[in-house]
């Protein structure tokens, strides 16, 4: 089976492999529902909808729309779903109820699916000289799109600005730093009313022949760097003081004030890692880390940080390689562990932190007695990935 692609920067087809193209073209006509008893937004009165990314027991990949209902013992369900070539990251559901989805650093496919339309997918592939870093944003108004990319020639990250109907480039802002990966806007605004954009670079070097092999680690280079949200100009950069600790993953809190982030520490010895903190807290003029946990605790975090929540109560990190996740207060003071076997996504309704483990998923995963959601179906033997939104 042959088929081709088109990149933004290019007319010319290029050639997919025999696998890349039969997953995309069964992709293609897979976007109606799979639970029709769910139907569309809105469809169940209180129904929760989750844009996620997940793994299938045959190691195939795919994005979605999990539904659930809040407040009942009733599994997840698989509303809608699409095939995709390789493992998805980060996901921006849109105004008219599309879902953008970003492929995992170092990537080289970035997709626009509307689950709830017959309607095929677009799909905008690297051209080689940029590699996706697995998160992509909208603007507010849905116009356009905010994707870290990587340059596979200098290793240098940008803010790349698209077309969000096209995927297709508009401009690409240098983010000061290498490994950049997740984004997020400033609720506060530049005189004008231009919003600010924030991107987390992560610093962790590698390079383009050996993917996600980290290499000369004692040149981590991590910031917060605050980019104009219409020229892309450098407004701020921010570090740590401890160098070894990457920070990734971005949240604000309810008032837009302050800003969690969600750390992996990338020190040469276990001890090191295990001791370090999984929390920093940026409130706009200064970066700072978390107190680890108490000592006891510290070698069950093991320093990784997945995704980040914030919560009424504070801040919840996931910690997949401590097996549960980590609960701190609004100031970033240490509360306690919630244990839930390969946690990583997190998503809040309401006051409601969601959060999806192994074999199930949390409903008030902060709460004394949380609501366990067992998975089943296509869910009880696939793995969800780092990350999930609300949709709908």
Not at 335 to 347: D, G, S, Y
Request: glycine letters at 12%; a neutral charge; charged letters at 20%.
């Amino acid at each position: 089976m042959a088929a081709a692609r088109t990149d933004g920067a290019s007319s010319m087809p290029i050639r997919l492999s025999r696998r890349q193209a039969l997953r995309i073209g069964a992709g293609l006509g897979l976007a109606v529902p799979l639970a029709a008893a769910w139907g569309r937004p809105g469809a169940a009165q209180g129904t929760l909808r989750l844009a996620a990314a997940w793994q299938q027991e045959d190691g195939g990949y795919r994005i979605g729309v999990l539904a659930a209902q809040p407040g009942q013992n009733t599994p997840l369900q698989v509303a809608h779903a699409l095939d995709i070539p390789t493992r998805a990251h980060g996901l921006c559901p849109l105004p008219d109820g599309s879902i953008v989805a970003a492929s995992r650093r170092p990537g080289d496919w970035l997709v626009r699916w509307w689950p709830d339309a017959a309607r095929e997918p677009v799909w905008q592939w690297s051209d080689g000289a940029r590699s996706f870093n697995g998160h992509v944003i909208a603007s507010p108004d849905g116009r356009l799109l905010y994707a870290t990319e990587t340059d596979a020639e200098t290793g240098q990250s940008f803010a790349v600005q698209r077309n969000a109907q096209t995927l297709e480039t508009l401009q690409a802002w240098p983010t000061q730093g290498i490994d950049a990966h997740e984004l997020i806007w400033d609720r506060r605004t530049l005189a004008g009313g231009f919003p600010t954009l924030l991107v987390a670079n992560g610093g962790v070097p590698t390079a383009p022949e050996t993917g996600r092999v980290k290499r000369a680690l004692d040149t981590m280079d991590s910031s917060i760097v605050r980019l104009h949200g219409r020229t892309g100009e450098v407004l701020g950069q921010w570090r740590l003081d401890d160098r070894r600790l990457s920070l990734r993953h971005l949240a604000w809190n309810s008032e837009g004030t302050v800003l969690g982030i969600a750390l992996q520490a990338e020190h040469d010895g276990q001890t090191l890692r295990e001791a370090a903190p999984v929390l920093a807290l940026f409130d706009g003029k200064g970066l700072q880390a978390a107190a680890p946990p108490p000592a006891q605790l510290r070698g069950g975090l093991r320093g990784y940080g997945g995704s980040i929540a914030a919560t009424r109560e504070g801040w919840a990190v996931s910690c997949p390689k401590a097996q549960g996740i980590a609960a701190f207060c609004t100031q970033g003071e240490w509360q306690r562990l919630i244990a839930l076997p390969e946690v990583c996504a997190l998503a809040v309704q309401g006051t409601a932190l969601w959060a999806a483990g192994l074999d199930h998923t949390l409903e008030e995963a902060l709460k004394t007695a949380p609501r366990s959601h067992a998975h089943h179906g296509e869910l009880s033997k696939a793995r969800v990935d780092n990350h999930w939104v609300l949709a709908g």
